[in-house]
């Protein structure tokens, strides 16, 4: 099908930047962009669409996110990481039951559909549910299965969590075209050991696969390692192989310049989650001198225990500020770097190197943000707006691959109603039962 879309402002890219169109077209045939512009362009289209008082952006590429735990949303809040962690979300996580799962991924995708994530990387136990919602949704996702190990004397392969992970990454490596992708994932240094981590690394270069690990989220964690190994957590991971793949590392909050120049060396992505950051009181990331030293930084929103929600509006507001007044340099972030961390770099994080931006070739995640709201008028400058004024439910259309998943309050690959109603007998059985 081939879709006209008018009289809109476009956020595309050119050179590698992005530039606002006004008053522009864009094309979509199917599932690709084929046309981006500021005249309209020749031919003829099965539908037209009229996007007056609206700005069309690339979708929001969620980095890092714990999509079942809506469930324990706000669990725990006021809590040190640690004492968060193993106190409150464990023992809960412990009693779900698959079926479960899937109920809180689900709502968790109708809370990213509705705010304009187009794509999320996952961690989480009992992935299958996860991958098989995402599926269902028509959304984009790269889902871990996190390989733990407290046993010091457990073998690779009585390791459930590990051998479930080289299960799903057999069967689901490229899922609905690619469109949904399993990888590989160690939750943490503390939560693992040099044995496991060693041998799924090893297995993670023979599939070809992609990591995503939790790293230097607390000085605590850091310094243990420190004290343990004689390594911070990322020289750690590196020594273990853990880097000889395209890797990514949420937190990272207490990495060293060393840790950076490896990350740089390396091409480990970064994933900022400055909400989780600040509200576990874990800290602020040193994202400038990532970027500084070239860094795929990209934004994530952990999970909704720990943020509470999964808004990236909320993370891209957040990132622009907290950096300008830690610093007290007002120019040290800029909306365009914000942008690129939600959209283009987190495509690269994923491996999807045909999205994250609106060109014509590359495929169609796009979003739709009403500009015809009070704290949207005027709008002098598009991009500033986006991270500076929007909110979440300023989002009116949603689109994966040419297929509009969400408009104007209306889920049109999941049954909202049904979602809601699960979820609220998942809680009573979790928390009452």
């Known amino acids: 099908m081939k879709t006209l879309f008018k009289n809109c402002d476009i956020i595309a890219t050119e050179n590698g930047d992005f530039k606002v169109i006004k008053d522009g077209y864009l094309a979509v045939d199917g599932a690709f962009i084929s046309y981006v512009g500021k005249s309209r362009p020749e031919g003829e289209f099965d539908a037209e669409r009229d996007m007056s008082r609206h700005v069309l952006a690339p979708g929001l590429i969620n980095c890092h996110c714990h999509s079942a735990m809506t469930l324990l949303r706000g669990v725990g809040s006021d ?21 479960q799962v899937r109920t809180g991924s689900e709502l968790a995708m ?11 990387s996952d961690m989480y136990q009992d992935s299958r549910e996860t991958i098989e919602a995402a599926i269902e949704a028509g959304m984009k996702a790269n889902i871990h299965v996190p390989v733990l190990s407290f046993d010091p ?20 490596s490229n899922a609905a075209g690619g469109r949904v992708r399993a990888q590989f994932c160690v939750h943490a240094e503390y939560t693992c050991n040099e044995k496991i981590v060693r041998a799924y690394a090893e297995d993670c270069l023979k599939y070809g696969s992609m990591m995503h690990i939790h790293l230097s989220e607390t000085k605590s964690e850091h310094d243990e390692c420190v004290k343990k190994y004689g390594k911070t957590p990322a020289q750690w991971f590196k020594s273990l192989g853990a880097f000889d793949v395209p890797s990514s590392a949420a937190h990272c909050v207490w990495a060293t ?27 602020i990331a040193p994202v400038s001198e990532m970027l500084k030293r070239g860094v795929n930084v990209t934004l994530g929103t952990d999970g909704a225990a720990s943020n509470n929600n999964l808004n990236m509006f909320e993370e891209m507001h957040l990132a622009a500020l907290i950096h300008k007044g830690f610093r007290c340099d007002p120019t040290i972030m800029t909306p365009h770097q914000i942008l ?17 931006s609106l060109e014509a070739g590359k495929r169609a995640d ?23 004024s929007a909110q979440g439910g300023d989002v009116t259309m949603t689109m994966v691959d040419g297929r509009v998943l ?13 979602v809601m109603f699960d979820a609220r007998r998942a809680v009573s059985e979790l928390y009452e039962g």
Not at 258 to 278: C, K, M, Q, R, Y
């Open 257 to 283: 310049p060393e840790d950076i120049d490896i990350f740089a060396e390396n091409g480990v992505t970064v994933v900022h989650n400055p909400t989780s950051n600040l509200k576990l009181g874990s800290g």
């Open 79 to 99: 809590l040190p990481l640690q004492k968060w962690l193993f106190d409150a979300v464990f023992p809960i996580e412990d009693r779900l039951t698959a079926k």
């Open 406 to 418: 969400y408009e104007n309050g209306e889920f049109k690959t999941i049954d909202a109603e049904r």
């Open 110 to 120: 109708l809370e990213m559909l509705s705010t304009g994530t187009t794509s999320f």
């Open 340 to 356: 690129k961390m939600a959209t283009v770099n987190g495509a690269l994080q994923q491996g999807r190197a045909d999205t994250g």
């Open 153 to 172: 004397n457990e073998s690779y392969a009585d390791n459930v969590r590990a051998q479930n992970s080289l299960a799903l990454a057999r069967e689901f």
């Open 366 to 388: 796009i979003i739709a943000i009403s500009l015809d709201r009070p704290h949207m008028y005027p709008a002098f400058d598009d991009i500033n707006m986006l991270i500076y």
